[in-house]
């Protein structure tokens, strides 16, 4: 069964992760916290991108985007 889950509680089990580990969840590891298959993950991670929320880094991980100061 998959489990719907919205933006917001993602990218806060997302922030949750990174201030305990100094980095972003592994797929793997969003995909069982919600109880979804990868394939849904990395979707929903590629619309954040797109929505310019997340971005990647030079070896190609994603990160949390950097605010502009403009």
């Known amino acids: 069964v998959m489990r719907k ?3 917001d509680e993602l990218i806060g089990y997302m922030v ?4 305990d580990n100094d ?9 069982k ?5 990868v394939s849904a993950i990395t979707e929903r991670l590629a619309r954040l991108e797109r929505d310019g929320i997340l971005e990647r880094n030079a070896v190609n991980k994603y990160r949390f985007a950097r ?3 403009s």
Do not use: G, K
């Open 33 to 37: 916290r919600f109880c979804v298959n």
């Open 67 to 69: 605010l502009s100061n």
């Open 16 to 19: 949750e992760f990174l201030n």
């Open 23 to 31: 980095q972003l969840p592994p797929h793997i590891s969003i995909a």
């Open 5 to 7: 889950f919205t933006d």
